[in-house]
């Protein structure tokens, strides 16, 4: 795969990504985005306003959330054939 065109894919999935973020619980989405911005778990529990202890199962549980709303997404495009490239343009 040509470089220029895995960068595309990367660029997708991370957009898709945060798309599907916009779909969880605020709590989530915002624990999920300060993850992802490199945050220690000490500040995001912090920032949450929560114990540290309870933000492994809050990150995991998001995650799990985050993973199908994405398979739903992407079965979605599938059954739907938006990924679908026509043949004979």
């Known amino acids: 795969m ?3 065109m895995r ?19 605020s709590s ?3 624990a ?5 911005a490199g945050l ?3 500040l ?3 920032c949450l306003a929560m114990e ?3 933000l492994d199962l ?5 995650e799990a959330k985050l993973a199908a709303i994405l398979r739903a997404n992407r079965a979605d495009k599938n059954s739907s054939g938006a990924d679908r490239v026509d043949p004979d343009p």
């Open 32 to 36: 999920l985005r300060l993850h992802d």
């Open 44 to 46: 995001i529990a912090e």
């Open 58 to 62: 809050l990150l995991q549980v998001a």
């Open 7 to 25: 960068d595309e894919v990367v660029a997708a999935r991370q957009l898709e990504r945060v798309e599907a973020m916009r779909r969880l619980p």
């Open 2 to 4: 040509r470089s220029d």
């Open 52 to 54: 540290r202890e309870a």
């Open 40 to 42: 220690t778990n000490e």
């Open 28 to 30: 989530y989405s915002l």
